[in-house]
């Protein structure tokens, strides 16, 4: 398998930090949602999706770590950058569509 280059991956670096940082300002965005509906139904269901927004995040910043790491010669590390950002995206796009539905569709 044919080493990935460089730029490819200081690509695939900021886009997952990129994507940690919108979900983390989404997250926020429920847990002050929560916060105006404190000891309801509708408050618990957005603490919920605020916790499940650490999911994508953790993710995202597991494969900005291997980027980091292929950057310093992990050639596992650069075989599987794009894999990573690959999934990074799908959890973060599952989640996005979930939470949207149950945030602003009752």
Same mark, same amino acid.
């Given at each position: !398998?044919?080493?990935?280059?460089?730029?490819?991956? $200081? +690509?695939?670096?900021?886009?997952?930090? %990129?994507?940690?940082? &919108?979900?983390?300002?989404? @997250?926020?965005? *429920?847990?002050?949602?929560?916060?105006?509906?404190?000891?309801?139904?509708?408050?618990?269901?957005?603490?919920?999706? @605020?916790?499940?927004?650490? &999911?994508?995040?953790?993710?995202? *910043?597991?494969? %900005?770590?291997?980027?980091?790491?292929?950057?310093?010669?992990?050639?596992?590390?650069?075989?599987?950058? $794009? *894999? !990573? *950002?690959?999934?990074?995206?799908? !959890?973060?796009?599952?989640?996005?569509?979930?939470?949207?539905? $149950? +945030?602003?569709?009752?």
């Amino acid at each position: !398998m044919p080493s990935v280059e460089r730029d490819v991956i $200081l +690509a695939a670096l900021g886009s997952d930090v %990129a994507v940690a940082g &919108l979900v983390l300002v989404f @997250a926020g965005f *429920l847990v002050t949602k929560a916060g105006s509906y404190e000891g309801s139904k509708a408050g618990d269901k957005y603490n919920w999706l @605020a916790v499940a927004g650490l &999911l994508p995040i953790i993710i995202s *910043l597991v494969a %900005a770590w291997m980027c980091v790491d292929a950057l310093q010669g992990g050639q596992w590390e650069a075989d599987h950058t $794009l *894999l !990573m *950002l690959k999934i990074v995206l799908a !959890m973060t796009g599952v989640y996005a569509v979930v939470s949207a539905v $149950l +945030a602003f569709f009752p």
